[in-house]
């Protein structure tokens, strides 16, 4: 697709891609808002800390600050606690703890850059200026850093002593351990995952005001989804009360899904103020307070027989939730992980342990893969450990043990159902396109320039959509514009670049006949009551575009119905075509314009779709160059073979495997939150925090081999995350095959220049 209708016109997402790409964005820096107030907030110094005393009364004072919040005018406003989501350990060894967390500190700050107070003023220099003169007398408190320190130091909230959140444990441990005495081989890995900082390209940023007649709050800031940041700031304010615009989005990776305590600190501003509030983070704001990704330890085993085989695996996922629990933080570590921990192979027996803690971190959210990257890591990590141990090839092993294409609908050991899939076709196709089984003259040409070369797949398969929501709702309304019949389409989900304006329209293009550049797409309306999860998951064309097919099949129905009835004929002996209604020798029945018109200048139906989950799948393969002098590694090829099912739009599927690869590699080669021994954060800007560039990966080569998924309409399956989980473990595996020439062990993530460097030296002395 080009992103033009049958006309040629373009379609809505076209003309966004030229927007957004000659700096004609509209994101919330960028909205007008005369006479708004600025707001800064003062945040905490400290990891850790008792708050002793908090005088606001010389900044209150300032010139042109109109107003000062602070925690106690918080909890005078009613604001009650964020939703913290686990649907697994209710009854377990210790269900999830969800501490209390503030809008403003209240007592004790918890990890540095919480939000201490909030300074209104006229201008943002006398917003800043006034914040710092904001005297707050801290009492330092031993700080609780990374996973280690957790469990035996002072409980950061008393209701987790051993600062434990969380431990659930799944699977059949007694089979898993028979399997174990039984083996021939056990294969073991273990790694961490640093914590990532979801970079946007614009930081964010919220415009409040305040309706004082209908009590109703209208916010601009970026999201995925209005119902799930309603819900969110529900603690405080009725959800029916707070009226969201959704701006340009420059990017969601799942922090853009939650409220923040920011979101909730101006609605009170506005409320109090009776003013317009803006408040737009910096870059380094962004760093400490967007929910992280990642910060997860894993550990495993794999058994297998005599013969190669699979026979069970043995999982510990261990997750560092920072200061609080966030929506779905804590759900997403162990829910994504159950749904795929067996990975594309027949494993007949599996155990998994999942453990949660609290930290003097900046809080844990999703982040594109959500637990889906770091459980494919170890599952792949594991094949390649025991293919090295029996000197088997890597993909050889893989395709003994994958599922049978045949043995669809598959029910894992830890009870997710996979809906469909053909792995030894992706491996067929990776192996060809990669060139896997020649590779002896690259081998050979790397270490003419003193260089390591790798090689590494990986072979999986995660869930895709789902979401709190039982079904998704799409409201569809045909009308009239200049003489011809244009639709306007209503969702619940929430765009950041997945160019979901033109998927849709083209899922109603099929159905209704319209030219696709005729169809407008409405993401999260402020007042919308529909119902639906927002663009995360990967559930945006699985779940609301399967809602908007139902919309189209209804609208068509009402159309050939119409028509029948003038031309005398069954509606099922009639068809849309190019804005027509036609009989069956391909005569004109009616435009569609007429049959709008004929229904009184309008139509609307909402189409419907319970909610179901995919299981997106795939092969990649990756190869690098490690310099051996310098450690630095270089990404020279990578092949994507991938089932994302039907495809509804293949550029932008295309873009989004592209994009989640990119993600993926960043997150071996070079991203990760560090923080010293007191708790601060050591990575706060784009000039220790290394994101990978375009000069830092080649051009891709992606394969599509769809099997069509029986659990929606459209036969699609969520493609949004994919990439990311297919690339972690791939360039993870390449480097550790590299290294492995010459003996040297993967270093810990991510694989910087040094620590290659020092894997390398370990093994040469």
Not at 20 to 46: C, I, K, Q, T
Not at 356 to 375: E, K, M, S, V, W
Not at 560 to 589: H, K, M
Request: hydrophobic share 45%; net charge negative.
């Amino acid at each position: 697709m080009d992103g033009s209708g049958i006309s040629g016109r373009p379609t809505q997402s076209a003309r966004d891609r030229t927007r957004w790409v000659s700096g004609a964005g509209r994101y919330v820096a960028d909205v007008r808002a005369e006479g708004a107030l600025a707001a800064a907030f003062l945040r905490s110094p400290h990891a850790h800390a008792a708050i002793v005393s908090l005088d606001a009364a010389a900044a209150r004072a300032m010139p042109g600050v109109v107003a000062v919040l602070t925690g106690e005018d918080c909890a005078a406003a009613g604001f009650g606690n964020f939703r913290a989501l686990m649907r697994y350990g209710a009854e377990g060894e210790r269900p999830l703890v969800a501490p209390f967390r503030p809008v403003l500190a209240q007592g004790r700050v918890r990890y540095a850059g919480e939000p201490v107070a909030c300074v209104v003023a006229d201008t943002l220099a006398a917003a800043m200026d006034a914040a710092e003169a904001i005297a707050v007398e801290y009492e330092m408190l031993p700080p609780v850093v990374g996973l280690d320190a957790a469990p035996d130091a002072p409980p950061i909230h008393p209701e987790a002593p051993g600062n434990l959140a969380f431990l659930h444990a799944a699977g059949d441990a007694a089979s898993v351990a028979a399997a174990f005495a039984a083996s021939a081989h056990v294969a073991a890995a273990r790694f961490d995952l640093p914590r990532l900082a979801p970079s946007t390209m614009e930081p964010g940023g919220i415009v409040a005001r305040y309706d004082a007649a209908s009590g109703v709050y209208h916010l601009v800031t970026p999201h995925q989804g209005i119902n799930e940041i309603r819900l969110d700031l529900g603690g405080g304010v009725p959800a029916a009360r707070i009226m969201i615009e959704l701006p340009d989005v420059g990017g969601g990776f799942g922090l853009r899904s939650p409220a923040y305590p920011e979101h909730a600190a101006l609605l009170l501003a506005a409320r109090a103020t009776g003013r317009t509030v803006r408040y737009v983070p910096t870059r380094g704001e962004a760093f400490l307070n967007d929910n992280h990704g990642r910060g997860t330890r894993l550990a495993g085993r794999l058994a297998l027989d005599a013969d190669l085989r699979f026979t069970a695996i043995e999982i510990e996922y261990h997750t560092d939730l920072g200061a609080y629990v966030t929506t779905v933080g804590a759900f997403v570590n162990v829910h994504n992980a159950l749904q795929s921990g067996t990975g594309t192979y027949a494993i007949p027996a599996a155990h998994a342990r999942f453990a949660q803690y609290f930290t003097n971190a900046g809080p844990l959210g999703p982040y594109r893969g959500a637990g889906r990257p770091d459980i494919a890591l170890l599952v792949e990590r594991l094949v390649d450990e025991a293919a090295a141990a029996a000197g088997a090839d890597p993909l050889d092993l893989r395709a003994r043990n994958a599922i049978p294409a045949a043995a669809f609908p598959w029910r894992t050991a830890l009870g997710a159902t996979y809906d469909s899939a053909d792995y030894a076709a992706l491996i067929a196709a990776a192996r060809a396109e990669s060139g896997w089984d020649d590779i002896a003259a690259r081998r050979e040409a790397a270490a003419s320039r003193g260089a390591l070369y790798g090689r590494g797949a990986a072979l999986f398969t995660e869930v895709a959509g789902g979401g709190a929501a039982a079904q998704d709702e799409a409201k569809v309304t045909l009308s009239l514009a200049g003489g011809r019949a244009v639709a306007r389409i209503e969702t619940v989900t929430g765009g950041s670049g997945q160019s979901q304006a033109e998927t849709y329209a083209f899922i109603l293009a099929r159905e209704t006949g319209l030219d696709p550049a005729d169809i407008e797409l409405v993401a999260s309306p402020p007042g919308s009551t529909l119902a639906g999860a927002g663009s995360i998951g990967s559930r945006s064309t699985v779940s609301a575009g399967s809602a908007v097919a139902d919309a189209g099949a209804a609208l068509r129905a009402r159309l050939l119905a119409l028509a029948g009835l003038r031309a005398n004929e069954a509606p099922e002996d009639l068809a849309i075509a190019s804005g027509a209604i036609l009989r069956r020798d391909g005569s004109p029945v009616m435009t569609l314009a007429e049959a709008v018109a004929a229904s009184g200048g309008e139509i609307a139906v909402t189409g419907v779709k319970p909610v179901a989950a995919t299981f997106p799948s795939g092969c990649h393969v990756a190869e690098v160059e490690i310099d051996r002098e310098t450690g630095l590694v270089r990404l020279t090829r990578y092949v994507a073979a991938d089932d994302s099912g039907v495809l509804v739009n293949p550029v932008v599927a295309e873009g989004q495997i592209h994009g989640g690869i990119v993600q993926g590699v960043g997150g071996v080669l070079g991203e990760g939150m560090r923080y010293d021994a007191a708790g601060q954060p050591l990575t706060g800007s784009f000039m220790d925090y290394t994101m990978p560039r375009a000069a830092d990966v080649p051009g891709f080569v992606t394969l599509d081999l769809p099997t069509p998924s029986p659990n929606n309409p459209l036969g699609a399956k969520g493609l949004g995350e994919a990439g990311t989980t297919g690339a972690l473990p791939a360039v993870a595996n390449a480097v550790a095959d590299a290294l492995r020439q010459i003996g040297a062990a993967l270093p810990p993530l991510p694989c910087t220049p040094l620590r290659v460097w020092e894997a390398i030296r370990a093994a040469e002395f």
